[in-house]
């Protein structure tokens, strides 16, 4: 079949540099679906984007659409032909509704039945016929978070479209949209680049781009950014640790990268790292330097669009606007030094935490008794839980200082320092820094108990005040991170391995707001609705650690209060399942929980025993009741599950040899009661029920 390459750019004004990357990908997605539904085969579809274009490029896009086949049913083969084999009325004119003639039917049973069918043909259309359609569908179906208008035109896109370039092979497929007409022409840099740039063959777009000044790969521009920034760092000794957030923001905010190197004062450094790498990084774009020992060098390294024609001179203005940043910050530092951070405390009543849920101050008295709670359950010793309670009451005052309102992605960190410079212990800095810990995907952890402690307070105490006045994440909308903050207690705990009841201290922030606020949902329902909530997490981090599906809702399903346990309990299924004696668990459990999952209890009255099976049985379980239970309290899990498994031959004899529903009610409950502590043994570990066994044979 004939093939040609199809190119499709996409030229605008300058798109912002965090709408680009979704884009390239919505844009592979949406020309993979509707050149499927339009039948027309490719070998390969390529995305690219810069700040002043998204461009599409199909290889090997077929000429001619695949034909279309259809098969339409008609009636059954019994009504469609008589006796004779002859077409009746029903077939005659079934065919002649589809345009058929009658010998041209064809017989397929559907199920037990025989129908006449009718196959439809239609030729598919050239490519060039349907492309001026599919155009402007891709471009529409492009969506932006901040989509605009411009001009007096209905249209919306990132920012407004200034040219289209369309060609098959080195044919224009001709369109309209937004009032621009398609053709073969493009630009290159806005500034080293001069007029418009005439493609004459989709194949040639890529070097006439290069001619331009443009690198359209923004794959490509990443590496050439990151090959440039490492090389200017080695040549002053220093070198740049590799940020892939940073390198996709700075690519996509450049066509053509230059990485210069900039320097700032050394009196600068004598603010905390972080003080220098936010604006460096947050504000600038720029990559901060390091030497060997890992201490910041008085350097930095941004990245200009365009060559290194006036570089000296884009330097010189890189330099003055971080000089003007960093001469702030160390105003704002010594601003702030002047005040302890104890006595900041104070202001934190004039800021409101949520308008529902009072202040910052409501907070921190709620987070002290939150801690003092966890320090009390995890047994900290007396100048430990006084250490925990110091820095619960001192972890939001630098939301207060100059510093965080001016950085506000400082929080923390400046709490942290100014605690140290306070003559507060390092301890209780270090866990008013590490309570916002993890702050997005792959964050570090709290290292420090008090850390730990100070972080699950802050959460559960988001998780329930945000659930108790209606705020629940739905759907993509989530403005206050209770996704991400469920997430981050359910990752503290089990990499910590706390063991603590997680419902128990959600009650504990509810008694806590009910003191100070009105809520609006009952406590059980809560609970209810935040058991669902980190169930969620849970599966989430359960599964990406490769555990299977029904091996997790098996566990899951009979509870995870202790969050730690709930992986215990995980680890030692997943293993028992791989080991000899799961089967015989497995059979023993399934044959006891199916007949007793309606009767509420274990009680067995042993003078009511009638049969030696049942006696067998009751004595056996006995004996490995103890043994479970002894394994339990010393969380050896798997061993549990082992120690279950002496009970396959005691209640297969026991089935064996009684009917367990039978008329007679004390004895039908008695052995139901035996069939119920069965399962219940097991139950303490999971619920084998949810596991999904494949047959053999």
Known sequence: MSERDFLLEIGTEEIPARFIDPAVEQLKELAAAVLQENRLRYREIKTFGTPRRLTLYVCGLAEVQDPLVQEVRGPAVKVAFNQAGEPTRAALGFAKSQGVEVKDLVIKSVGPVEYVFAVLR??????????????????????????????????????????????????????????????????????????????????HYFEIMEKGRVVVDHRARREMIWRQVQELAARIGGRVERDEELL?????????????????????????????????????????????????????????????????TIRTGNERVL?????????????????????????????????????????????????????????????????VSRAAYLCKADLVTTMVYEFPELQGVMGREYALRGGEDPEVAWAIFEHYLPRFAGDALPATMAGRILSLAEKMDNLVGCF??????????????????????CHIVLDGRLVFSWRELAEQAYEQYRRQVKLDLPREALLSR???????????????????????????????????????????????????????????????HNLSRRHGSTTVDYAALVHPAEVDLYRAIREVQGAVEEHLAQRRFLEAL??????????????????????????????????KAVATLVLNVADLSKLVISQAG
Request: aromatic share 10%.
């Open 530 to 592: 935040l058991a669902e909530f980190f169930a969620q997490r849970l599966r989430g981090i359960f599964t990406e650690r490769g555990f299977s599906y029904d091996t997790v809702e098996a566990v899951l399903a009979v509870g995870f209060d202790d969050m730690a346990g709930a992986l215990e309990r995980l680890q030692a299924l997943a293993a028992f399942r791989e080991g000899e004696e799961f089967e015989a668990v497995h059979t023993a459990f399934t044959r006891a």
């Open 323 to 387: 000089r003007a940043r960093l001469a702030d910050a160390v105003f704002f530092w010594k601003e702030d030094l002047a005040v302890p951070l104890a006595r900041r405390v104070e202001d934190l009543k004039k800021v409101v935490w949520q308008e529902n849920l009072g202040s910052l101050y409501d907070k921190v008295e709620r987070l002290v008794g939150l801690s003092r709670y966890l320090a009390g359950v995890f047994h900290l010793a007396p100048q430990e839980r006084e250490k």
């Open 248 to 312: 996709a923001e700075v690519a996509n905010l450049v066509e053509y990268p230059v990485a210069l190197c900039g320097s700032f004062e050394e009196s600068f450094l004598e603010l905390p790292g972080e003080v220098l790498i936010t604006p460096m990084r947050e504000h600038q774009r720029y990559f901060p330097v390091w030497d060997a020992q890992g201490k910041l060098l008085p350097r930095f390294i941004a990245v200009a669009n365009g060559n290194e024609e006036h570089l000296d």
């Open 642 to 675: 082992k120690a279950v498994a002496r009970l396959k031959e005691p209640v297969d004899s026991f089935f064996d040899a009684v009917m367990v529903m039978v008329e007679d009610e004390k004895t039908r409950n008695n052995r139901l009661g035996l069939l």
């Open 122 to 203: 239609q030729e598919g259309r050239p490519a060039m016929e349907v492309l001026p359609q599919i155009c402007p569908a891709l471009i529409s179906g492009l969506h932006f978070p901040k989509p605009m208008r411009w001009g007096n035109l209905e249209v919306r896109f990132a920012r407004p479209i200034r040219w289209l370039l369309a060609l098959y092979g080195s044919e224009v497929v001709e369109f309209t949209y937004a009032g621009l007409r398609s053709g073969r022409v493009t630009y290159g840099h806005r500034f080293l680049s001069r007029g418009p740039l005439e493609v004459e063959h989709a194949a």
């Open 468 to 489: 108790a006045v209606g705020i629940e994440p739905t759907g993509s909308q989530d403005p206050y991170g209770l996704r991400r903050q469920a997430l981050g207690f």
